[in-house]
C-alpha cells in the first residue's frame, strides 16, 4: 500500500506561506509522518506553524478555522487555511502542558471551557459531518464495532473473542447512552498533554486532525488515559472524579452516571477511530502503529467485564 505524500511540493507550499506571512529565515520541516508534514516559519516577532494534512485528516483545515472563528480565546489563531489542499498556517500558541509535567491543575481550567466550545459546536454537527468530519454518533457505533472486529487486530485469538462475546452488550449501552439525551457534538479525540497549549494565562487545544462527531464526554478518554500512563495516577485517584466534575460543570447537574458510561463506549469508539487511522498508513508504518494500537484495544477489552 502506498500514499500521496501530505506535502507533495514545498515550494507551492512555501509561496502560499509567503502569501500570509514573512519569514525571516529558513522554513523548516519539524516532522513528517503519513498524515501530516508539518514546517515551521520563523517570523520576527513569534513563529508560525503550517501544516499539511493528508487525506485521512483532510477536513482538519477547515474545522480548525471555523473553530477559531468561534472560539478564539480557545484553539490555535488561525492565520489561513486553504480548504482544497488541506493546508494550515497557524500562530504558535505557546509550549506544551507535556512540558510543564502534565499537571492535572491546568485540565482543571481547560476542561470548562472546552466543554463551553462543545455545547456550543453542537448546533454545527451536521455542517462539520457535510465537510469531512468523520461520524462516531452513537448511532454508527455497533455497526462500526462489528466492522472493528471483522479486520485484523494486534492483538490474540482469545482477546478477540473476549471483543466478540461483547458485541451484544455494547449494543445495549450504546442505547443506554444514546438515552441520557447529551447532544453529540465535536470531540477532539487526543486530548492529551501534547496537545494543550499554554501562553500566559491563556489555554489552547491544538490538532484536530483525529477529531470526530461523537459524545462529547468520550474525549476525557484520552485525557484520563495519559493521566494514568503519564502522570502514573491509579484508576482511584481524586483527581479524576474532581476533572469529571469541572468537565461536567457546563453541562448541568446529574450526568455522572452519563460520564461513566460515555467513558466506557468511548473506549470502543477510540479503537474505531484507531482502525480508521491504520487503514490510511502505508504498510511499513503499520507495526509501530500497531504497538499503540494493541495498547488502545486492550483499555477498551478490560471494560467489556461488567
Excluded at 471483543?163 to 447529551?182: D, I, P, T
Aim: net charge negative.
Amino acid at each position: 500500500m502506498t500514499t500521496v505524500p501530505p506535502l507533495p511540493d514545498r515550494g507551492q507550499a512555501e509561496d502560499w506561506i509567503r502569501g500570509h506571512v514573512e519569514p525571516v529565515g529558513a522554513i523548516e520541516v519539524t516532522h513528517e509522518r503519513p498524515w501530516a508534514t508539518v514546517l515551521r516559519v520563523p517570523l520576527a516577532d513569534r513563529t508560525a506553524w503550517f501544516k499539511a494534512c493528508g487525506p485521512v485528516q483532510a477536513f482538519e483545515p477547515r474545522l480548525t478555522a471555523a473553530l477559531f472563528a468561534r472560539w478564539p480565546d480557545r484553539v490555535a489563531e488561525v492565520i489561513g487555511h486553504d480548504t482544497e489542499r488541506a493546508w494550515l498556517l497557524l500562530a504558535d500558541a505557546g509550549r506544551s502542558v507535556a512540558g510543564l509535567g502534565n499537571p492535572p491543575e491546568a485540565w482543571v481550567t481547560a476542561l470548562p471551557p472546552y466543554a463551553e466550545l462543545q455545547r456550543g459546536e453542537a448546533e454545527h454537527a451536521e455542517e462539520h459531518l457535510t465537510q469531512g468530519v468523520p461520524d462516531l454518533r452513537i448511532s454508527t457505533l455497533p455497526a462500526r464495532y462489528d466492522d472493528l472486529l471483522r479486520r485484523p487486530l494486534p492483538i490474540t485469538l482469545e482477546e478477540l473473542e473476549g471483543l466478540r462475546r461483547f458485541s451484544s452488550r455494547f449494543g445495549e449501552l450504546c442505547a443506554e447512552l444514546a438515552a441520557h439525551g447529551v447532544h453529540e457534538t465535536v470531540q477532539h479525540d487526543d486530548l492529551n498533554q501534547n496537545n494543550l497549549y499554554t501562553a500566559g494565562d491563556r489555554l489552547r487545544v491544538l490538532d484536530w486532525g483525529d477529531s470526530s462527531i461523537s459524545h462529547p464526554f468520550a474525549s476525557l478518554v484520552v485525557t484520563f488515559r495519559f493521566l494514568e500512563e503519564f502522570n502514573r495516577l491509579p484508576p482511584t485517584d481524586p483527581w479524576f472524579e474532581r476533572l469529571r466534575d469541572a468537565y461536567l460543570e457546563p453541562w448541568g447537574k446529574g450526568l455522572a452516571d452519563a460520564f461513566d458510561l460515555a467513558l466506557r463506549v468511548g473506549l470502543f469508539a477510540h479503537a474505531c477511530a484507531w482502525a480508521r487511522q491504520r487503514d490510511a498508513l502505508p504498510e511499513d508504518a503499520r507495526p509501530n502503529f500497531d504497538t499503540w494500537f494493541a495498547v488502545v484495544l486492550r483499555r477498551a477489552l478490560a471494560r467489556t467485564l461488567g
